[in-house]
């Protein structure tokens, strides 16, 4: 097989992912971030990330977001090509992991095959449909990558250096045991032991890098002092953390992703796109395993499982202490994962490549169902409440917002505009340019007096403040309507689309017209949709 088959297959299979092209949009923080890197110069946005500003907590991926906020200074505002970027460096990491496999004497069937898996596995997909603020996921494992294969080929000092130094600003926490521990066990799995003194020089090279990388970058470059950093807002070293966050993960997480099951974040189901790209994925495989060539390697499947799998427990340890983790941080562990499952088919003795293309083929469908379940209809909601905000009127800064219903989130997809949490005046300050509104999921009435609601939150408010209050209301994903009163339990008051001096009687008025506020009762919320 020629070298040009590889990517070129593994494009083939990335296809399956432009189903989802034409509903591209940003998601959450890409609303942030994006109406940053826009609004202000480009060097300022480059000092602002470099010295940590940004979110103001200590972060150490800003040579990642350096990347993004060029992007967004070249082509703008632009979901789709962002989208398509994510896919291609997805695809060159697949093909980064195939290339580190056949450098350590692997099977090229089975290395081919573990690129193919990782190109459709459930675990990283996260990043790929949340495409601005996620970059740094996708990039830090392709450096990393990078890295394993100069240390496998034990190349200069200067280049190893170069890339831990990379991996460390791109990727962070998010690779800090990966880069502590993955060379070691990497070397003591798979190289032979005349090579043991050189990977162990190589790992002496990364930790003085990566202590003189935090040594002059905390206290010399970085802006954020140490009373604001909140890593313990976010880390908890605690066994009640770990023994939780591990159940999250194989109890809800991977049951979630697997399609099965109470928890399913989708369903697979027999529509013509799951059909056709499990169909696609299967056949594709089982020509091409079949094809590759049966060479002599020189690494058993099971040294093999046994290097992913300590990679994948390496590639969690970041999460594992992580309070508040998501989907996006298994794309990390998702290249081993791949691996340790191709490793695994390769130790069948017989039957293979059929066992790869049933992975394939499941993978595949996942991939569909995911999409058309999960973020497609988020990605429609974003688009029927971009409608709505657009047939507001007399809209002014710090004006209220009240979208009743909004979901918080489907499946393996979160609500893409916030759903009146800390991005949603983002999101609308990008859609119509207004600054600083307050969005809200309900008018409820506590014990008669009227209050705001959102996920987290809720605070007093006044028939007064209400008089310059926006309502949408509509289905779960829109289309969204204006009402001209909210309802409470003084009668009809108007809102500031229809500024009114009196509110008519109740009787003349068309329901559709009216927004009711919601009865609140403290430990009892499902009349608030959740």
Excluded at 54 to 68: G, K, P, T
Excluded at 165 to 185: D, E, K, P, R, S
Excluded at 392 to 411: I, Q
Excluded at 502 to 514: S, T
Aim: charged content about 15%; overall charge positive; aromatic content about 14%.
């Amino acid at each position: 097989m020629s070298r040009r088959v590889v990517p070129l297959s593994y494009l083939l299979l990335a296809s399956i992912y432009w189903l989802y092209w034409r509903d591209a949009e940003f998601v959450l923080d890409d609303w942030f971030q994006f109406r940053f890197y826009a609004q202000h110069p480009v060097w300022e946005v480059l000092r602002t990330l470099l010295q940590n500003k940004l979110y103001s907590i200590f972060q150490l991926f800003w040579l990642s977001c350096w990347v993004d906020a060029l992007a967004v200074k070249v082509v703008g505002y632009a979901p789709r090509l962002f989208f398509t970027l994510a896919v291609l460096v997805h695809v060159i990491n697949a093909w980064l992991l195939y290339q580190l496999a056949s450098r350590l004497r692997v099977d090229p069937r089975m290395a081919w095959l573990a690129g193919a898996l990782f190109v459709l596995i459930p675990t990283a997909h996260g990043p790929l449909f949340w495409n601005l603020a996620a970059g740094y996921y996708r990039l830090s494992a392709l450096l990393l990558l990078l890295y394993w294969s100069s240390v496998v080929e034990n190349r200069a000092a200067w280049q190893q250096g170069l890339l831990v130094a990379a991996v460390l600003f791109t990727g962070g926490a998010l690779q800090f045991h990966l880069l502590l521990f993955g060379g070691l066990w990497l070397a003591v799995c798979l190289l032979p032991r005349e090579k043991w003194k050189g990977a162990a020089r190589s790992a002496g090279l990364c930790w003085a890098v990566m202590a003189l990388g935090m040594g002059i970058y905390v206290p010399f470059i970085n802006r954020i002092p140490p009373s604001q950093q909140q890593i313990q807002a976010r880390y908890d070293f605690s066994r009640d953390l770990l023994v939780n966050n591990w159940r999250k993960f194989y109890a809800y997480h991977l049951p979630g992703m697997s399609s099965f099951g109470r928890h399913a974040f989708y369903r697979l189901r027999a529509t013509a796109p799951q059909l056709l790209a499990a169909a696609g994925a299967a056949l594709l495989v089982l020509f091409l395993a079949r094809r590759r060539p049966a060479e002599t390697a020189g690494q058993t499947p099971g040294r093999i499982a046994l290097f992913a799998a300590g990679m994948m427990a390496l590639a969690y340890g970041p999460v594992i202490f992580l309070m508040g983790g998501t989907l996006r941080h298994y794309y990390a562990l998702s290249p081993y994962l791949s691996l340790l499952l191709a490793a695994l088919c390769w130790m069948l003795p017989s039957g293979r490549a059929v066992a790869g293309a049933a992975l394939a083929t499941y993978f595949a469908a996942c991939t569909v169902a995911e999409i058309e379940q999960c973020w497609q209809p988020m990605s429609r909601q974003a688009q029927e409440l971009k409608a709505g905000l657009r047939q507001l009127r007399n809209l002014a800064p710090r004006d209220l917002v009240v979208v009743p219903g909004t979901p918080g989130a489907l499946g393996a997809a979160p609500n893409f505009t916030g759903a009146s949490g800390p991005w949603d005046r983002r999101f609308a300050e990008v859609v119509i340019g207004v600054e600083d509104l307050e969005f809200w999921r309900e008018i409820v009435i506590e014990k008669g007096r009227p209050r705001l609601f959102r996920q987290g939150a809720m605070r007093d408010t006044s028939v007064a403040e209400l008089s310059r209050a926006h309502v949408l209301v509509g289905g779960r994903f829109g289309p969204y309507q204006v009402r001209r009163y909210w309802a409470g339990p003084d009668g009809l008051h108007c809102l500031k689309d229809f500024p009114c001096a009196e509110p008519p009687a109740a009787a003349g008025v068309e329901r559709d017209q009216v927004y009711f506020a919601k009865p609140f009762e403290h430990g009892n919320i499902e009349h608030l949709h959740y």
